[in-house]
């Protein structure tokens, strides 16, 4: 793959490889001790595998299905947590942002701007994420095609900012399902930016009468080998040492001690397409 847009990135390692990057954490900042639990033995894979590693972690919950949902633990303590993660650890981090305003505070802890994919079309909030010079990584719509982020694109780049990347999570399948189209992998590649997967979000079960989403997270090997043999530049894998007890999206993640296992089969796989 082209690293050129991975070298806009403070504090990444193992660009001289030619292999995938990961975008991995929990899904939302939980404590410090957690998150730093967390990025540190994702951190210790990452070198031994020799993969470039970007720490996720949302520093707020906007998109809940209930008003009784987690939504954070505050958001000047969970972005002074990303930000220690990135200096103590020196790793880059990422979270996303709902607002021109989140964009703009969020710049300051940060290293790359997530777009929700809820929030794609939203054209000041794509704007200011531009503005502040910061890699912005756009989730595709669950209701559009890959062809139409193109113009999400457009909007960032048109605004003074080439270091855009793109993350597919799957189209919507009926109210309560998810399905990816691995079309849109290559499809999104010819804009020219680096394409990401999310492995975790893409198996959600939206929409449950419950009120909490589910999700298949025994499938997201089989999202992730197909992913890495379409070419897909970086993978997005939401972990937890305990998923049943995550505050947030906990149906959809993986538990952290099964990701080594899962990250080395994926870099053999890379490693035998090449």
Same mark, same amino acid.
């Given at each position: #793959? $082209?690293?050129?847009?991975?070298?806009?990135?403070?504090?990444?390692?193992?660009?001289?490889?030619?292999?995938?990057?990961?975008?991995?954490?929990?899904?939302?900042?939980?404590?410090?001790?957690?998150?730093?639990?967390?990025?540190?033995?994702?951190?210790?894979?990452?070198?031994?595998?020799?993969?470039?590693?970007?720490?996720?972690?949302?520093?707020?919950?906007?998109?809940?299905?209930?008003?009784?949902?987690?939504?954070?633990?505050?958001?000047?303590?969970?972005?002074?947590?990303?930000?220690?993660?990135?200096?103590?650890?020196?790793?880059?981090?990422?979270?996303?942002?709902?607002?021109?305003?989140?964009?703009?505070?969020?710049?300051?802890?940060?290293?790359?701007?997530?777009?929700?994919?809820?929030?794609?079309?939203?054209?000041?909030?794509?704007?200011?994420?531009?503005?502040?010079?910061?890699?912005?990584?756009?989730?595709?719509?669950?209701?559009?095609?890959?062809?139409? #982020?193109?113009?999400?694109?457009?909007?960032?780049?048109?605004?003074? $900012?080439?270091?855009?990347?793109?993350?597919?999570?799957?189209?919507?399948?009926?109210?309560?399902?998810?399905?990816?189209?691995?079309?849109?992998?290559?499809?999104?590649?010819?804009?020219?930016?680096?394409?990401?997967?999310?492995?975790?979000?893409?198996?959600?079960?939206?929409?449950?009468?419950?009120?909490?989403?589910?999700?298949?997270?025994?499938?997201?090997?089989?999202?992730?080998?197909?992913?890495?043999?379409?070419?897909?530049?970086?993978?997005?894998?939401?972990?937890?040492?305990?998923?049943?007890?995550?505050?947030?999206?906990?149906?959809? #993640?993986?538990?952290?001690?099964?990701?080594?296992?899962?990250?080395?089969?994926?870099?053999?796989?890379?490693?035998?397409?090449?």
């Amino acid at each position: #793959m $082209n690293y050129d847009q991975l070298r806009h990135v403070s504090k990444i390692k193992h660009l001289d490889k030619n292999n995938f990057f990961l975008i991995a954490g929990p899904c939302a900042i939980e404590s410090e001790e957690l998150a730093f639990e967390i990025a540190e033995k994702v951190a210790k894979i990452c070198d031994r595998l020799e993969i470039p590693y970007i720490f996720k972690g949302s520093y707020r919950k906007a998109n809940r299905s209930r008003l009784d949902s987690f939504t954070g633990i505050g958001d000047e303590k969970a972005l002074t947590i990303l930000k220690k993660i990135g200096s103590t650890l020196h790793l880059p981090v990422t979270t996303d942002v709902h607002s021109p305003e989140e964009a703009k505070i969020a710049a300051a802890y940060v290293d790359i701007l997530q777009i929700p994919a809820f929030l794609c079309r939203q054209t000041d909030l794509l704007v200011a994420a531009a503005k502040t010079g910061k890699i912005v990584n756009i989730k595709k719509g669950q209701f559009l095609s890959a062809d139409a #982020m193109r113009f999400a694109v457009d909007k960032v780049v048109q605004s003074g $900012n080439e270091n855009v990347w793109l993350t597919e999570r799957g189209t919507m399948f009926g109210y309560q399902d998810l399905v990816v189209d691995y079309r849109g992998i290559p499809v999104m590649q010819s804009f020219g930016k680096p394409v990401v997967l999310d492995c975790t979000h893409s198996l959600q079960q939206p929409n449950q009468k419950e009120g909490v989403t589910g999700g298949k997270p025994a499938l997201i090997g089989t999202i992730a080998k197909a992913g890495i043999v379409v070419g897909v530049d970086g993978l997005f894998i939401e972990t937890h040492p305990n998923p049943s007890k995550a505050k947030s999206d906990g149906a959809n #993640m993986l538990p952290l001690d099964q990701l080594e296992k899962l990250l080395s089969r994926l870099v053999k796989i890379r490693r035998s397409i090449q």
